[in-house]
């Protein structure tokens, strides 16, 4: 590795050998995400002889990033807590040496296990993860190597400057410079882009975030629509109805909301009036299984055989519907005392021949089992009704409640769905770096992952439990996007209601994250990097990052996160260990080209 001319040499203090570079790195914001590279550089940094310089840059305490540890114990995490971990394993790494340390499970057992009982399979408490991540961070810092420094710098980096030499300025808003060689960009989500509409009714819409400050001036007489049914969506009711005094006890007729009388009526609706499937209960060590037919060999077959890119429909698809159809009636062939590997076996036969439609009518029939629902894997199957609104989402939901309760590992159409997070890896590697032609890009970006969320990273079932209950209450009522009017003339927005009621709306929440897909909806220090050339977008229209105007990646600037989601796929989540994560291995590996640590053959060198 050869270290920029642009930066001064200084000798290692912990040697007192002869002058030799140090290895001086910027990590720009540092939540899980930037804690994970942190943790991997101060790992390997040990070995290597050379003093390592680490500055981070993030204005709040290193490690909780968005888990604030300030907010409410009510705004629950969406993944189960042995499920997540910071310190990977060699599982987690493809083998290579990882960090003992414990899960998310097992520090809550050591440390919260006081104030209420936990489990391994159970949905805890956010600020507890901020707590953890905070714990993580600490962890790594007391055990730094003699040659590693970290210097945490409490503000925020405002401008980015490469040298002539290949270097790196950093300036904070404090007014100091920061030279680095090497440079890690991993700023999270970012804030919606301001509403510019020349609207009198924009002004009545908010974002939902940030939480504790965005719904704190509605007052119970409001009239609030939340747009969006997915996790934001449930974080704005319950901070409007558990957050204001309300709550659920359990009845004789199942779960019952008891109001406090401070909720505003609510409205929910999205634009396009689908549910989400909720989470489904599994257990605490469910490994999912190998996949059969869209394996990591058959998308790289893909990928070689087409290098020009891949039609994500013609030519992917079939292989996911493929496996979704074998773990939809393995499972019924589990439930009823048969080899579920031999049903799948003949599957994988029946797709290789060009026979799966046929085979999958005679399963069902065999079975005597519905066919899979084709909206598990078509974005454009289903279609919210206008009529009658309301009693479809509510049985929608009573039928998915249902199967989450059955679990992973007893619903064929959860198993079935399930294929979109399993498969995962198999995804990223169709998208990441061009691996799809333009259209069928944009067709993956705009339909199939709003798909994926609905069908597998929606809420717990515990949330569309409370939904029911709350609408049992009075509290809230699901409207399609057709009833929400906004009339420009008068600058409200109304909502029309079945028995003909128009109900003029104090504020409309948008309950959805932004993507940060283009140049104005990315955090400010993106966009400056990109006005700087440093960066440049994947396309005319400003959407996705390139490293440089080429398309080629510079040596020496990593972005990761949220943020580089369209170039990447899958991006916002923290890692997890005892299986292969994509997380700790982009961290390694960056950490490893940083520091001029390599992998050959399976050895460290």
């Known amino acids: 590795m050869e270290l920029s001319p642009a930066l001064p040499i200084e000798k290692l203090s912990t040697t007192g050998g002869p ?50 540890v300030d907010q409410p114990d009510y705004l629950m995490l969406n993944t189960v807590a042995s499920q997540i971990s910071m310190f990977p394993d060699p599982a987690a790494l493809a083998g ?33 993860l901020g707590e953890y991540l905070s714990w993580t961070y600490a962890q790594v810092i007391r055990d730094l190597p003699d040659n590693v420094i970290v210097r945490h710098h409490a503000c925020v980096v405002d401008n980015v400057e490469h040298t002539d030499l290949g270097g790196f300025i950093l300036s904070t808003e404090s007014g100091g410079k920061h030279p680095v060689d090497w440079l890690l960009m991993t700023v999270g989500h970012s804030q919606p882009a301001p509403n510019v509409e020349n609207s009198s009714v924009s002004d009545v819409t908010a974002p939902v975030y940030p939480q504790l400050h965005a719904l704190g001036n509605i007052s119970s007489t409001d009239a609030i629509a939340i747009q969006g049914l997915g996790l934001s969506a449930m974080d704005a009711v319950a901070e409007l109805t558990v957050g204001r005094g309300g709550r659920f006890v359990h009845g004789p007729q199942g779960l019952e909301y008891l109001p406090s009388g ?3 009526r609510l409205f929910l609706y999205s634009r396009t009036g689908l549910p989400y499937r909720t989470r489904p209960d599994v ?6 299984p190998p996949a059969l037919i869209f394996t990591l060999s058959a998308v790289a077959a893909l990928r070689a055989d087409h290098p020009e890119g891949l039609d994500f429909e013609a030519q992917v698809l079939p292989l996911i519907k493929a496996e979704m159809l074998a773990e939809y009636f393995g499972m019924f062939a589990s439930l009823k005392g048969e080899s579920p590997q031999r049903i799948k076996s003949e599957i994988a036969h029946a797709f290789l021949l060009g026979d799966l439609d046929k085979r999958a009518r005679e399963l ?3 079975f005597s089992a519905p066919s899979l629902d084709e909206a598990v894997y078509n974005p454009n199957f289903q279609r919210a009704p206008v009529e009658n609104y309301g009693a479809w989402m509510r049985d929608f939901m009573e039928r998915d409640i249902a199967e989450s309760i059955a679990d992973l590992d007893h619903s064929p159409v959860k198993a079935a769905a399930e294929v979109w997070r399993s498969c995962r890896e198999q995804i990223r590697r169709v998208v990441d770096n061009g691996g799809l032609k333009p259209e069928s890009h944009r067709i993956f970006f705009t339909e199939y992952v709003p798909l994926v969320n609905r069908m597998v990273a929606g809420p717990q079932k515990e949330r569309h439990q409370e939904l029911l209950a709350l609408s049992n209450a009075g509290v809230i009522e699901w409207v399609h996007c057709a009833q929400v009017i906004h009339n420009e003339a008068a600058g409200v927005i109304l909502v029309e209601l079945g028995s003909g009621e128009r109900v003029k709306l104090t504020q409309v929440i948008k309950a959805h994250v932004s993507s940060n897909s283009s140049a104005d909806t990315q955090p400010a220090i993106i966009r400056q990097l990109r006005e700087n050339g440093i960066i440049h977008s ?4 400003g959407n996705g990052i390139h490293v440089d105007s080429h398309g080629r990646a510079l040596p020496n600037l990593w972005i990761t996160g949220p943020v580089v989601e369209g170039a990447t796929y899958y991006n916002h989540y923290v890692p997890s260990a ?19 640590v390599h992998v050959q053959a399976g050895v460290v060198a």
């Open 283 to 288: 257990a605490a060590h469910r490994v999912n």
């Open 538 to 541: 994947l396309d005319d229209s």
């Open 96 to 128: 290579l040496t990882g960090r003992r340390g414990p899960n998310f499970y097992e520090w809550c057992l050591r440390y919260k296990s006081a104030e209420r009982s936990v489990r391994p399979n159970e949905f805890l408490p956010r600020r507890w």
């Open 578 to 596: 005892g299986s292969y994560s994509r997380a700790f291995i982009d961290a390694d590996r960056i950490a490893r080209e940083m520091l001029g």
């Open 364 to 366: 069902a029939a065999r």
């Open 19 to 68: 002058t030799t570079p140090s290895i001086r790195v910027g990590i720009v914001g540092c939540g899980s995400r930037g804690l994970t590279v942190l943790e991997r550089l101060c790992a390997l940094a040990g070995d290597i002889g050379r003093q390592v310089d680490i500055s981070v840059f993030d204005p709040q305490t290193p490690g909780p990033g968005l888990h604030s």
């Open 262 to 264: 401070h909720e505003p």
